[in-house]
């Protein structure tokens, strides 16, 4: 009972001193909980990882995803379904009042499909993810500069890099312009980085620097550089568990301008990548020579606001010339295109493609759009897109189908949202290689979602 | 060379008495002195001369348009040994740039040309008032040093200078030397102080003995309303409740409000984040306009602009999907028209000439991770388009065009920086922090939430408040501004996308005293958030805001007006 009483005295001796605490805790969330309804779901599955690798090599092709990634684009009577999911983040930032200091833990549950783990009846599942661990502070003898380190969000550029990695990160801004430097580990194969029985060619390390520049009417230009030594990998024949080879290793080195613009109505946003390297397989080294392109024009008159946009990813078009031809990411979201049924959408987990890119294809985009803002609470759009891979060398044909997408968000409070989507794809030539009986049907998929965030 | 003789007698004076404080006198006679120039240019209602702070001007400072006299002859010799110069009018400046300055005239306008003779501090009629009564000898030695101002007898000033120091009979010269047991203070024709320095140790009151001149007025204090008499079968209680008028409700939950006296009325802009409305602002709320903007972004914040005489416009930041929408509007007959093209900035104005309007438009960037950039320009109309101007004064790096004012604060006619951030006050003579008070400053309804990269797949999530900007008022009536600004108590722990957090809110002194800021509190606690103040004839003008349900319902903002008493 004293100890009891002992803390209830500390607790209120802090309460009443917080004003005097140099001191601030601030919760950050994100609960979303998403539901998805599709006359294919086998498409609701991700055909090609952003963050695995895609190798065309001496003929044959590789990749670092195990096992058999390949749905079928033909519907079955047992394919047309309906799930739930939760995805719930929460990040803590500790820091003094003037935020010179800066510590954030963020943590996720999901994503849980209600009746699987974690959302099940019942529940009580271990569904915990550390996200963000790291301390953001301003050095003491430069009060422009910040270091970051810890498990942090990396951003270079959202079609290259713009997920989580352990690492430091050192940034300035000086006036118009901002700068980085910054180093990151990963280790794809989980063999474990730093193990004292590993060397280290067992994990990658990446290195990256950029540079922007903000003019004065708040346009800016981004130039970047990544260089990813990949390390060590294990790669498989397309559809296989079974190792083809442990001695594959890969160097990377990405070289990026991004643009984004507003004149009066008028806004653009861009960028080119640039992709070299080389990957040493057995002692046999293949050449990296791959590009992006993404650009987007953006037109408001009034509440309506219209959309084109396209996007090239080159790709191998040969599997034995020595080279590869075809663009890699490192880890992104393509969400940002808008795309319902293909891309990245409301159930961000259950994409065809998290990459903007179909296996070693490559990607052709083209799409054009329509938002009309009905009043402060809502919005309406819709999108039509022309999806085709750069390449047809392993698909026969390059055209994946035209989508057409309507959607409507309604904010219902402050922070929470309620938005539903819906897409029909016109199935291409291209989907009936990956169809069981060559011949693809289209698809139609739904997507909603009940999203807080503060 | 009138400068050197100066220090000179001053030197010897000092020299001679002894006892004579060095600073004070040298400083005044260093700052009074007469500086050439020429007038170089008419610019609308102003003047620009050909002077910059290097010659030592300082925003204020007074000259004398010199109107060249009959040329005096030597008898003998035949040489012109001088000029019967005099006065053709007064100047005053009001902003300094780097090579020139900007001034306004404030007698015989029309006499003023290009090209004219102009001497600081010369031939102007010059009044001591001496409110220590200990100050003649302090005088005697001034006017000596100054021999180039028209000194009025101290005998004749003292019996002309009112009771306690005000502008009452200030129009009897143009520049006043008012020492009071504060310090003393060169003011302007206006009586609005040009350069402050502190008391001479000879002229500080005797500690034992009881203050022998009139005490400065005493300082306001909010009226409460009468308690309400005693009814029959009734009981009389005791109004604890918070002491304000209420002219009216504004039909809305406003997150942010400004005001702005034009001719006879006051004027309040008002917005719930979504439209904007206005009010004349009297003894009752009367709505008189509004508009929602063409592109319906987020409000944040208002600012009234008054970039030239007569003219009004209404500054608005606001947000819209992952960036800045902001726009200017004219206000004319009772409308609002769009002013060129939606910008990308937080925008702010400011009173920094110190004359009751706010002249100053500023546009700060847009930073993804902080959101208060480093970069701050100027907007200036030109032709009906904005264009950005650098700015000739020096920003600390964590200000913000939101929630800030600059005021002179401390007497020496130059302009101090006041910003609220993130709960804390800071007070800011160019770069050099004077001041950063406890954090409990601020707390604003009006905030915006915004991810560091809205395309990346991860992302921190930022929040920005805008702070009501803090009013600059003499509320002691010494002469010398206070800030009053919106404080309020939060708790440790914040989610700042859900709420505010505001518990409680508060008005807040703070005070250049004795060569430092001190903090009191003006007025009783309310446990609504402040979304707009000010200060107009006497009373004390704030909204106060209930936010209402989540989803928007049965929020609602009062006007609150407190009168202000002595």
């Known amino acids: 009972m004293k100890q009891f009483k002992l803390a209830m005295a500390i607790l209120i001796a802090l309460a009443m001193a917080t004003p005097a605490l140099a001191i601030n805790v601030e919760w950050h969330g994100d609960f979303n909980n998403r539901f998805s309804y599709s006359t294919q779901t086998d498409l609701s599955q991700r055909v090609s990882n952003d963050s695995d690798k895609y190798y065309g090599l001496g003929g044959d092709f590789y990749t670092t995803k195990k096992g058999n990634p390949i749905p079928d684009t033909k519907k079955g009577s047992n394919d047309s379904d309906f799930f739930g999911e939760l995805k719930y983040r929460m990040d803590m930032t500790v820091s003094d009042d003037e935020k010179k200091v800066k510590g954030v833990v963020g943590f996720e549950f999901g994503s849980s499909k209600f009746g699987g783990s974690g959302a099940d009846f019942g529940g009580d599942d271990n569904i915990f993810e550390l996200r963000w661990a790291y301390t953001d502070f301003e050095l003491p003898f430069d009060s422009s500069s910040r270091l970051t380190v810890g498990l942090q969000p990396v951003g270079y550029n959202a079609l290259l890099w713009s997920d989580n990695a352990g690492g430091v990160k050192w940034t300035r801004k000086d006036g118009n312009w901002g700068y980085s430097l910054g180093w990151f580990r990963n280790d794809l194969n989980q063999i474990g980085s730093g193990n004292s029985t590993n060397d280290k060619n067992d994990y990658d390390d990446a290195y990256a620097a950029d540079l922007t520049y903000v003019f004065d009417n708040g346009n800016s230009l981004n130039a970047f550089v990544v260089y990813m030594d990949q390390g060590q990998e294990t790669v498989y024949e397309l559809g296989s568990s079974t190792a083809a080879t442990s001695n594959l290793q890969d160097e990377e080195i990405w070289l990026g301008l991004s643009g984004n613009g507003k004149w009066n109505n008028l806004s653009a946003m861009g960028t080119a990548m640039y992709l070299t390297g080389e990957v040493d397989v057995d002692g046999e080294t293949f050449d990296r020579n791959a590009y992006l392109v993404h650009g987007q024009l953006d037109y408001t008159v009034g509440k309506n606001t219209f959309t084109l946009g396209g996007l090239y990813a080159s790709g191998d078009d040969d599997p034995t010339d020595g080279d590869l031809e075809n663009f890699d990411v490192i880890d992104i979201s393509t969400s940002i295109l808008g795309s319902v049924i293909i891309f990245d959408n409301y159930a961000d987990d259950n994409s065809f493609s998290q990459a903007p890119y179909v296996f070693d294809q490559g990607y052709q985009l083209i799409y054009v759009g329509a938002a009309h803002k009905l009043n402060d609470k809502t919005k309406l759009w819709a999108k039509y897109f022309w999806h085709n891979t750069a390449e047809d060398t392993a698909l026969g044909d390059d055209e994946i189908g035209h989508e057409f997408v309507v959607g409507a968000s309604y904010t219902i409070m402050k922070g929470l949202t309620a938005d539903i989507n819906a897409g029909y794809l016109v199935a291409g030539d291209a989907l009936d290689a990956i169809s069981s009986d060559g011949n693809s049907d289209d698809v139609f998929r739904t997507d909603a979602r009940i999203q807080f965030k503060f | ?566």
Not at chain 2, 61 to 75: A, C, M, N, R, Y
Not at chain 2, 193 to 213: C, H, T
Not at chain 2, 353 to 367: K, T, V
């Open chain 2, 1 to 566: 060379m009138i400068s050197k003789v100066s220090v000179w007698l001053v030197a010897l004076l000092l020299a001679a008495v002894g006892t004579a404080p060095a600073g004070t006198l040298e400083d005044l006679v260093g700052d009074l002195q007469p500086v050439p120039g020429y007038v170089v240019l008419p610019v609308q209602d102003e003047y620009l001369i050909d002077l910059d702070a290097t010659k030592g001007l300082v925003v204020g400072d007074l000259f004398s348009v010199v109107q060249v006299g009959e040329k005096i002859t030597h008898p003998v010799t035949g040489k012109v040994i001088g000029t019967l110069d005099t006065s053709k009018g007064v100047l005053q400046v009001t902003q300094i740039k780097e090579g020139f300055s900007h001034s306004k005239a404030l007698s015989n306008k029309s006499a003023i040309k290009r090209g004219d003779s102009i001497r600081r501090y010369d031939g102007l009629r010059t009044a001591f008032w001496d409110y220590t009564g200990k100050a003649e000898g302090f005088y005697s030695s001034l006017k000596a040093a100054l021999p180039a101002l028209d000194w009025q007898d101290f005998a004749a000033a003292q019996a002309e200078k009112p009771a306690n120091p005000s502008a009452a009979n200030a129009t009897v010269a143009d520049l006043f030397i008012v020492a009071t047991r504060d310090g003393i203070t060169v003011r302007d024709t206006t009586y609005k102080v040009v350069r402050a320095y502190p008391l001479p140790a000879e002229l500080l009151p005797a500690a034992a003995a009881p203050a022998a001149v009139a005490a400065p007025a005493a300082p306001y204090r909010l009226e409460h309303p009468a308690k309400p008499a005693a009814i029959a079968q009734g009981v009389q209680y005791d109004m604890t409740m918070p002491g304000f008028q209420t002219p009216g409700g504004l039909g809305f939950a406003a997150v942010m409000a400004d005001f702005v006296r034009t001719g006879n009325d006051l004027l309040m802009a008002a917005t719930d984040g979504t439209v904007v409305k206005l009010y004349k602002a009297g003894d009752k709320l009367v709505p008189v306009a509004e508009f929602k903007p063409e592109t319906v972004p987020q409000i944040l914040s208002l600012h009234w602009w008054q970039p030239a005489s007569g003219k009004l416009y209404l500054a608005v930041s606001a947000w819209k999907d992952t960036g800045l929408n902001s726009s200017i509007y004219r206000y004319e007959d009772g409308k609002f028209t769009s002013v060129d093209k939606v910008l990308p900035y937080t925008l702010g104005t400011f009173d920094r000439d110190g004359d009751g309007s706010r002249e100053l438009l500023l546009a700060q960037n847009f930073d993804r991770e902080t959101f208060w950039g480093t970069i701050v320009r100027e907007l200036q109309l030109q032709s009906g388009k904005l264009v950005t101007r650098d700015i000739g004064f020096e920003l600390p790096r964590r200000f913000t065009v939101g929630g800030s004012l600059m005021a002179d604060l401390d007497g020496d006619r130059k302009p101090e920086t006041v910003f609220v951030r993130d709960g804390l006050m800071y007070v800011y003579s160019g770069n050099k922090q004077r001041y950063k008070s406890p954090k409990m400053m601020g707390g604003s309804v009006s905030r915006i939430m915004f991810e560091e990269q809205p395309n990346a797949r991860e992302t921190k999530m930022h929040f920005a408040a805008f702070e009501v900007p803090p009013v600059a008022v003499d509320l002691d009536n010494d002469g010398s501004p206070e800030l009053l600004s919106v404080a309020s108590e939060s708790s440790l722990m914040s989610a700042p996308g859900i709420s505010a957090n505001v518990s409680k809110s508060w008005l807040a002194v703070v005070k250049f005293r004795d060569g430092m800021f001190v903090k009191g509190t003006l007025g009783e606690e309310l446990d609504l958030p402040l979304q707009g103040l000010t200060l107009d004839q006497k009373r004390v003008m704030m909204v106060a805001t209930q936010a209402g349900s989540v989803f928007g319902e049965n929020g609602g903002s009062q006007l609150l007006v407190f009168p202000l008493v002595h």
